[in-house]
């Protein structure tokens, strides 16, 4: 299977979007399933289920730029600003697909209240808003790394 389909398949079996973007994207050969999912649990939902940060699919891509370009020692000044060069593409590639980064605006509303997230899993947002932003994100990752 693909890192895209691969994405879409973890989202699809209730992993948030943020583990699912990460966990196909990661470096296999530095970090194994297990501890890419541990690592990226915090970030979904809108960072830590608050429903108004940083779309979880967002996050899961930019930490999978950062694995493969990011700065590994103090004399790697150039791989820190190549990270952050590509961190603002995705950004910018993944803001001008969906409207934002934003989770709140890219879902329709604030799911940061155990109301909300009963509303938004009754109008079945996650298999659509969410799915399409996780799919978003595979997307322009296969362009980028």
Known sequence: MNR????????????????SVFTAYRQTETMDEESALKLATVFGAGVSATGSSLCGAVTGALMAISMKHGRKDIESVNAKIKTYELGRRFMAEFSKRLGSCDCEKIIGMNIGTPENMRKAQEMNLFA????NAVKTAGDILETML
């Open 4 to 19: 895209k389909d691969h994405t879409t398949e973890l989202f699809k079996q209730q992993l948030n979007c943020a583990q």
């Open 128 to 131: 659509t808003k969410c799915l």
